[in-house]
């Protein structure tokens, strides 16, 4: 008995086939192309996507004599996917997350007075980072898509509503509700489609999926399109809602940071709807069958593990990112630089789509080596930024975080994020905590497992990083740092 858990990321598929002690039988594991047509562009190809996925899940069954009986689903949210209801051929290109083309859409409706209103529904801001003005500039902008959308023909969703119309065969199109939260078309105290956000963004609620729990059956893969498996799908949420209960974060209070692509701090605040005014965004952290809701407070930063792709794949300065540990430990210190990767614009909590990339403090003495350490760096002062507003404004207490996700296999940079915060650092032995937390959840969906409480037995301490006392000079001049690479991208 398992659960075959599905993540499809930002940069690839992860499959895994999880038992029932919470252990990882078998992984698959397959990247897919990234676009990018245009500065400040991102892309992905649906059908590339769903090729992978297979790709991935078929690896993971090969790979172990366990038989699944339920299918979780996680996956890169918020973004913007097309797809004919009928044949499920995607008419174009996903606009991904990262994708900045909208900040001018977001300025228009900021001018005409919609922000505040869009907050207190949503419990997000304008800012290209999610679906809602993606959606707008495909009607605006791609005349032959969106033709489809309004005859009904083509529908719009997130990618788990793009996968779960793949799994099924067509015959579903749902999303969760954090999947929902994350759109602009959701009334976050509601719980439902709002018909008002829907209208300001210029989507038709029709073609929007049927929002449904994040556990409890919603539908079967259908044989001939899923490798030949009746399944239920029982479980779905976004990644970093998944991760926050791959983590068992199961109480409010709980906190956890995610590094990956990007990184993601979410603090569990149970079934109270805390608002910030500090650049924390407000979402459904996951909602039971029955209908109720746990909201979670989260500090989106766009590009951390991002930045060491960027130094591997744009400058070739590393082979690969695990390789930034023993390089950024060859020097004592960045030697004065700082490496702000604001490559896609900055979130959490500064919300500037316009800032990009900066690298200061460069002298003759600096070698790759330095900021190869700055980008380590700048990863521990950007979560130290969400931190900060979490325990000021919010007034919420994080006594440790719970790290996982790629990046925190890199001890130096757990060491320094427990400095900058000043607190303990947990990281559990399984890391991969986004397909776990879709594991468990298609797995409490099916009664595989009972409650929440048979779920914190399997979390497992790998690690514990005691802060140090950290530099004083050094966040404040990253501070600065952060100021000078603020909307640059209206200068060029
Ligand atoms: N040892 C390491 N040190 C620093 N960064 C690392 C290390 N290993 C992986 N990374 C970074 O972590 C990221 C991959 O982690 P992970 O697979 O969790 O990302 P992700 O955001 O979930 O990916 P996806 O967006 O495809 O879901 C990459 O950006 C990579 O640069
Ligand atoms: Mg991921």
């Not at 209908?291 to 300065?317: K, N, P």
């Not at 004592?332 to 700082?338: R, S």
């Not at 409490?444 to 914190?456: A, E």
Request: glycine share 10%; net charge negative.
């Amino acid at each position: 008995m398992g659960v075959l858990a599905i993540d499809a990321g930002t940069t690839g598929v992860t499959a895994l086939v999880v038992t029932e002690d919470g252990r990882v039988a078998s992984r698959g594991y397959r990247e897919f192309p990234q676009h990018f047509p245009r500065p400040g562009w991102v892309e992905h190809v649906p059908e590339e996507i769903w090729q992978a996925t297979l790709a991935a899940c078929r690896h993971a069954l090969d790979g172990t004599a366990e038989t699944p009986t339920a299918v979780g689903i996680t996956n890169q949210r918020e973004t913007a996917v097309l797809w004919d209801r009928r044949t499920l051929a995607a008419p174009r290109p996903a606009i991904v997350w990262q994708d900045r083309r909208t900040s001018g859409v977001c300025d228009r409706l900021r001018e005409a007075g919609a922000e505040e209103r869009v907050s207190e529904v949503t419990g997000l801001r304008l800012d290209p980072y999610f679906t809602g003005t993606k959606l707008t500039w495909l009607a605006e902008n791609d005349e032959r898509a969106w033709e489809g959308v309004r005859q009904g023909r083509v529908v719009a969703g997130t990618v788990d509503a793009y996968l779960v119309a793949r799994l099924t065969g067509g015959a579903r199109h749902v999303t969760d509700a954090t999947n929902a939260s994350r759109t602009l078309l959701f009334d976050l105290a509601r719980g439902e489609w709002s018909a008002e956000m829907c209208e300001l963004f210029g989507v038709p609620a029709g073609a929007l999926p049927e929002v449904v729990p994040s556990y409890g059956e919603v539908g079967r893969t259908d044989p001939d399109a899923f490798l030949g498996l009746d399944l239920p799908i029982a479980g779905i949420a976004g990644d970093q809602q998944a991760a926050l209960f791959g983590q068992t974060c199961f109480s409010p209070g709980d906190v956890k940071c995610t590094y990956g692509t990007g990184s993601f701090v979410l603090i569990n605040t149970g079934p109270k709807l805390v608002r910030s005014n500090a650049g924390l965004l407000t979402t459904v952290a996951w909602q039971t069958p029955s209908g109720e809701l746990t909201y979670a407070l989260e500090g989106s930063i766009f590009v951390t593990g991002a930045a060491l792709q960027w130094l591997r794949d744009g400058l070739g300065i590393i082979d690969a990112a695990p390789a930034s540990q023993a390089i950024a430990s060859s020097v004592p210190d960045t030697g004065g630089v700082v490496f702000v990767p604001a490559l896609t614009g900055l979130g959490a909590p500064h919300w500037d789509p316009d800032a990009r990339g900066t690298i200061l403090g460069i002298t003759r003495g600096t070698t790759y080596a330095h900021l190869v350490r700055a980008a380590l760096e700048a990863i521990a002062f950007e979560v130290r930024d969400v931190v900060e507003v979490m325990t000021g404004e919010a007034g919420l207490a994080v006594p440790a975080l719970k790290a996982d996700g790629g990046a925190s296999a890199n001890d130096l940079l757990m060491a320094m994020q427990a400095d900058q915060l000043g607190v303990p650092v947990d990281r559990p032995v399984v890391q991969e905590t986004t397909a776990l937390g879709a594991a468990f959840l298609a797995g409490l969906g099916t009664g595989l497992w009972t409650s929440p409480d048979d779920l914190r037995q399997t979390w497992t301490l790998d690690r514990r990083f005691e802060p140090g006392p950290p530099d004083p000079k050094a966040y404040p001049r990253w501070r600065e740092a952060v100021t000078r690479a603020r909307g640059w991208a209206r200068l060029t």
